[in-house]
């Protein structure tokens, strides 16, 4: 198992025990689990349909966790289960219909660690870095970006390699992909609402600023403190790996001190401000209009067929050439 990361004042995800079966006991809000990929999701309804390429109902790949929400800092989420089981092409059919929805809703951090194989789907089960604008859909983690290399990111858990892909594999991932972004323009009227709704109860949502990778390699003594907010030292200094966070619309980052009062960073670098400024936007402003979302879905189609390749016909248009 990848090893939990310690936040908080030491606290972390445990599996624990309970009635009805395994659990993880999680020591933040589970509701971005809740509202984006629960059974019991308000917004599960709009997902209802199959799409257009589709053999079941959308809401099935991505509507299966059950979770409990507690408070702002505690949940519990059942354990669910990988199958061992080779992927097959409704798997790329399911990876573009992840693809397409993360992009739009901006949830991060999906690395592979962060997915289970179900015997016909890819299931989402940690979220808590979500409605970020994000320009291009590799910044889900879905597929490698930046310092997270092909290995690590989840679609490794689809393929050996990108560039071996075969084109029935591409075009079943493009089918899912403008299958789920189509029933959100189609339903943008009636969804925006809901989502907003849902937003106002300001449950705080994950701004990761450095990869982990890069907190563990300072505890061990690497680095230098000057590369460093005195934010992400006071955590560091008690051992944490360091957890910032926003609450929907708002600007501000935050992180915990003790007893769990909330603190304002107090100032950031430009670059880091300006991405920052990019998480947790409240939907109205993350999908304004229908020409918008339009907009950022054939962009990400373009991006996805530079780098899935096309094999001689055009997934985007559909044409060949």
């Not at 690497?222 to 360091?242: K, T, W």
């Amino acid at each position: 198992m990848f090893e939990a990361d310690r936040h908080n004042f030491g606290k972390c995800v445990e599996r624990i025990e309970r009635a009805s079966g395994q659990w993880y006991q999680k020591p933040r809000s589970v509701y971005w689990e809740h509202l984006f990929f629960g059974q019991c999701s308000p917004i599960k309804s709009f997902f209802n349909s199959v799409g257009s390429n589709g053999d079941r109902p959308l809401s099935e790949y991505l509507f299966n966790l059950n979770v409990e929400v507690k408070s702002d800092w505690l949940g519990f989420s059942e354990e669910v289960s990988g199958d061992k089981i080779p992927t097959s092409i409704e798997h790329s059919y399911s990876f573009g219909v992840l693809v397409g929805y993360c992009y739009l809703l901006g949830i991060r951090d999906l690395h592979k660690y962060n997915l289970v194989v179900k015997e016909k789907h890819f299931q989402v089960i940690d979220a808590e870095v979500v409605l970020t604008n994000l320009i291009l859909p590799n910044e889900t983690i879905l597929l490698p970006f930046r310092e997270i290399p092909f290995d690590l990111s989840a679609v490794s858990l689809l393929c050996g390699d990108l560039k071996k892909l075969s084109p029935y594999q591409i075009e079943k991932l493009f089918s899912g992909y403008f299958d789920v972004t189509t029933a959100i323009l189609d339903s943008l009227d009636t969804i925006m609402p809901v989502l907003e709704h849902e937003c106002q109860n300001q449950h705080p949502a994950r701004v990761i600023i450095k990869n982990t990778k890069q907190y563990r390699d300072f505890l061990m003594g690497n680095g230098s403190a000057n590369d460093y907010l005195p934010e992400e030292l006071d955590q560091l200094d008690r051992g944490d790996i360091p957890y910032f966070f926003k609450f929907v619309g708002q600007t501000k980052l935050h992180f915990l001190s003790e007893h769990g009062l909330v603190e304002t960073v107090s100032s950031l670098p430009t670059d880091l401000d300006r991405d920052v400024g990019r998480h947790s936007k409240s939907p109205a402003i993350l999908l304004p209009t229908h020409p918008a979302v339009a907009r950022k879905v054939a962009t990400g189609a373009l991006y996805l067929r530079k780098a899935l390749g096309s094999h001689g016909s055009d997934p985007v248009t559909g044409y060949k050439g």
